[in-house]
């Protein structure tokens, strides 16, 4: 968990405590996705796929990215009331 804040307070710029205070699942999750698909860029680019069937499958990106859309869409409706 260390690492990966780490990773993503680099990424961005901004202090991993910041990461922890404004952060959600949801950051996490695309945070994740997006590395593990550009890991899988450069595998394919490098002719490495040894690697390629440990990343997701479009399945579980789905299922990540709906219940993103899902709780991204609750959290909008409990802000408007």
């Keep these: 968990m260390i690492a990966l804040v780490d990773a993503m307070a680099q990424k961005y710029g901004v202090l991993p405590t910041e990461i922890l205070h404004r952060g959600s699942t949801a950051d996490i999750h695309i945070h994740v996705l997006a590395e593990t698909y550009r890991e899988?860029?450069?595998?394919?680019?490098?002719?490495?796929?040894?690697?390629?069937?440990?990343?997701?499958?479009?399945?579980?990106?789905?299922?990540?990215?709906?219940?993103?859309?899902?709780?991204?869409s609750a959290t909008r409706r409990s802000r408007r009331t």
């Excluded at 394919?44 to 990106?61: F, L, Q, W």
């Design 40 to 72: 899988r860029e450069r595998n394919k680019k490098s002719g490495d796929v040894s690697k390629m069937a440990e990343n997701y499958s479009r399945a579980e990106i789905n299922e990540v990215y709906e219940g993103w859309q899902n709780s991204r």
